[in-house]
């Protein structure tokens, strides 16, 4: 048995979305690329090329660790590339895709032999946080003016488009799509690829799947695209726990429970989103504040109600807990990082990575 904290990736769980992701892949058409943004654990890669195409990558080390450890179709994305860095993106991407067109026509050269695209921004998104909001006043996330997209269309031949965010209503991604149709018409008929990025809560419960299929093939066979899609949440969604142990109890006119981990070192984004961690079933006459172990005032998973009151020892599985969680967790207060255990199809456990005192004092000189 693994000691906690450690993060719990459920194979049998994580397979409910790969087996949609497929379906999607085959009913529509488009291709499905992983975001590594999101979720980097290449322990699993192995089995989830089976039901994906490649990867999609912010960065050179992510664009350097989709070819090695998932391999097929790699794309490579990034909001500036530096003069430095642009060879070995290029020597391990199949697509490169540049942010702006200034850093198209700067490495115009360097990307000359490898298929380009170019990052668009129709300017409206479905975000309600404006930290994650690619349409945010200023972006600098894609060029929206089509008549300056125009004057380099003979350098690319796709676009990436990525305008939705923890998007589960397939209504408002119809609309975001026709929405792009509309400003970008004349852009997309002229090119052979088009990708959708990702933010597309497709593998959730009742999402209209064959609605989605379909729009997305209607668009492909309108312009004459391959439609590409960019999951990173909807890939892992409800895959993954991190699993916790109660090591103190307090009361201060709430019952507070401490536990081995801390949401500004391993659950980063609930932290910087404000919202708070899910743990089930949460019903019972036991509320509780969920408390991390750092130091900041405010490192709280949330407040739940169980069935029986909390003593030290016990466990604590927080869930959905692998998007944008291992690739953030972080050394704050020293606090011991969480292993990585993965949950075999047959149910047995496997510790795949512990970090110990030594992975610590590397992080830092
Ligand atoms: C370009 C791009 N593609 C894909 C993604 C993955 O998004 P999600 O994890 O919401 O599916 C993001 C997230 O920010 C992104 O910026």
Redesign the pocket.
Known sequence: MAHTPYYLIDKSKLLRNMEKIAYVREHSGAKALL?L??FATWSVFDFMSDYMDGT?S?SLYEVKLGRAKFGKETHA?SVAYSDDEIKEVIENADKIIFNSISQLTRFADAASGIVRGL?LNPQVSTSSFDL?D?ARPFSR?GEWDVAKVEAVMDRISGF?I?N???NSDFDLFDKMLTDIEDKFRSLLSRVEWVSL????HFTGENYPIDKFCARLRAFSEKYGVQVYL??????ITKSTTLEVTVLDTLFNGKNLAIVDSSIEAHMLDLLIYREPAKIEPNTGNHPYMICGKSCLAGDVFGEFSFENAIKVGDRISIQDAA??TMVKKNWFNGVGMPSIVIKELDGSERVIREFTFDDYVSSLS
Do not use: F, Q, V, W
Request: hydrophobic letters at 20%.
């Open positions: 975001a943004k999101c999609t912010s994305y990052r994650a690619p996330l990436m990525h939705n965010c923890e990025g990702g933010g597309i960019e999951p990173g949440e909807a890939s998007g944008y």
